[in-house]
């Protein structure tokens, strides 16, 4: 494939086959209405189908999730298939220590009338997980070659792009398949949103690149509401360049950096999440719970807070019509520079991406992965905005703080804790001597 063959769509080709979760989002979507998914797995199977119908049942439009658990997710299936021997918990649901029989009647179960489960894992060579996922009647799953490997392993990224390679191409094999990049998400927080987008766009292209013809792209709130719709109308554009011929969507996770300690924060900032999805046009939404601060979410606090999104949604949707692209923050023109600069580095897409890296054309902010340059550098600027202080290599030019050369461990720490913060204050403001909620 040339960079002019990975380029731009200039004509929308015949629709793709859609699966069920593809089609579920569809419908959602034609009906003006946010689907609302958690993140959501346990090792026991009969805990696993009551969260799953409880999602299901929610008063909103949902999707279901099986998180997979971090044996499976590393490729450590001896000690998933001890744990679940042995009746041990799992931080997941073991999906290749079950099987596929087992998962097939767990499904069964609850997919169908509008509702579907996705596949979420972690995993830097996930081919394993998606044989038994596609054994066992599912179609969708998410990840990425960048984005499961640079935040969540030691794999080096060539090893990790040959085995996501041949994991779409495992998935594309069969019709209706949907994958969803992660590379929107990378570290979940102070990443300037431009190399959110250009990761999430650059990921499509690879899964196009190895057949999938269903796929989203994601986006993980950051800390400036205005920047955020920024972003997320910067990602449909380039989607819609670079991808117009397949089905596609976009998902916005709520922010994924330390919560809000009180309860009135956490629900102003799930609340804030819901309405920039609205706002956005956004399709789907992988929400977190009030609880995220405290302790692992109960089945009851997920369903909650999958509510809560999609009433606040629900009121918000009517401001996003008609809602035209800003130009402020200068989002979309840094993602193109990226995603041109990395497609012309080579032919193929995956080899591009490992070049990318290796130059520091791509440099994750605060990534410790061997394969990351580690020049780039982020801050919270006056504005609540995210910026470069630093870019090494990459084609995108740097607003470093005012006579600052480097920044410290002090500047790194309070902007982890900026957004929680600046939400358990507004909290407090609004209701004085609201109680911080116990650790």
Same mark, same amino acid.
């Given at each position: 494939m040339t960079a002019l063959e990975a380029g731009p769509t200039r004509a929308p080709r015949r629709r793709p086959e859609l699966g069920s979760f593809a089609s579920a989002v569809v419908e959602a979507r034609r009906a003006g209405q946010l689907v609302v998914q958690p993140r959501m797995g346990f090792a026991d199977v009969a805990r696993m189908r009551s969260g799953l119908r409880a999602v299901k049942n929610a008063e909103a439009r949902t999707v279901g999730t099986l998180t997979i658990d971090s044996y499976t997710r590393v490729g450590d299936i001896t000690s998933s298939i001890r744990a679940v021997r042995?009746?041990?918990?799992?931080?997941?649901?073991? &999906?290749? *220590?079950?099987?596929?029989?087992?998962?097939? +009647?767990?499904?069964?179960? /609850?997919?169908?009338?509008?509702? *579907?489960?996705?596949?979420?894992?972690? !995993?830097?060579? =996930?081919?394993? &997980? /998606?044989?038994?996922?596609?054994?066992? #009647?599912?179609?969708?799953? @998410?990840?990425?070659?960048? !984005?499961?490997?640079?935040?969540?392993?030691?794999?080096p990224l060539r090893k990790a792009v040959d085995a996501w390679a041949r994991t779409c191409e495992l998935l594309a094999a069969r019709p209706g398949t949907h994958l969803e990049s992660f590379g929107g998400c990378m570290l979940g927080q102070l990443c300037p949103p431009a190399l959110l987008v250009a990761l999430s766009v650059l990921e499509g292209i690879f899964f196009r690149r190895h057949g999938l013809r269903s796929i989203s792209l994601s986006y993980a709130q950051q800390t400036h509401r205005g920047q955020d719709v920024e972003a997320l109308l910067a990602l449909r554009g380039l989607a819609a360049e670079y991808l117009g011929d397949l089905d596609w969507h976009i998902v916005l996770y709520t922010?994924?950096?330390?919560?809000?300690?009180?309860? $009135?924060?956490?629900? #102003?900032?799930?609340? +804030? !999440?819901?309405?920039?999805?609205?706002?956005?046009?956004?399709?789907?939404?992988? /929400?977190?719970?009030?609880?995220?601060?405290?302790? &692992?979410?109960?089945?009851? +606090?997920?369903?909650?807070?999958?509510?809560?999104?999609?009433?606040?949604a629900a009121s918000f949707r009517e401001s996003?019509?008609?809602? @035209? =692209?800003?130009?402020?923050?200068?989002?979309?023109? @840094?993602?193109?520079?990226?995603?041109?600069?990395?497609? @012309?580095?080579?032919? +193929?897409? $995956?080899?591009?991406l490992v070049e990318a890296f290796r130059r520091g054309v791509l440099d994750v902010p605060y990534c410790l992965h061997a394969d990351n340059a580690q020049r780039s550098r982020s801050y919270i600027d006056s504005r609540g905005s995210l910026q470069w202080h630093a870019t090494g290599a990459m084609p995108v030019k740097a607003n470093p703080v005012p006579g600052r050369s480097r920044l410290k461990a002090d500047d790194l720490l309070g902007m982890l804790a900026h957004t929680q913060e600046r939400f358990d204050r507004a909290a407090l403001d609004d209701a004085p001597g609201r109680p911080v909620l116990p650790a």
């Open positions: 042995e009746g041990t918990d799992l931080n997941g649901y073991p &999906i290749v *220590a079950h099987g596929a029989d087992v998962t097939r +009647d767990l499904v069964a179960s /609850v997919v169908g009338d509008r509702y *579907a489960v996705q596949v979420r894992h972690g !995993s830097a060579d =996930p081919y394993e &997980i /998606v044989r038994v996922l596609l054994d066992a #009647g599912l179609d969708a799953t @998410e990840g990425g070659p960048v !984005s499961y490997c640079l935040p969540y392993s030691r794999t922010y994924m950096g330390v919560f809000p300690r009180t309860s $009135g924060g956490a629900l #102003g900032l799930l609340r +804030d !999440s819901a309405a920039l999805a609205a706002l956005t046009g956004t399709e789907r939404m992988i /929400v977190k719970t009030p609880a995220e601060a405290h302790r &692992i979410p109960t089945i009851e +606090d997920n369903v909650l807070a999958l509510e809560e999104a999609a009433r606040t996003a019509a008609g809602r @035209e =692209p800003s130009d402020e923050f200068g989002v979309l023109a @840094e993602a193109r520079a990226l995603v041109e600069a990395v497609l @012309e580095l080579h032919q +193929d897409i $995956g080899s591009a």
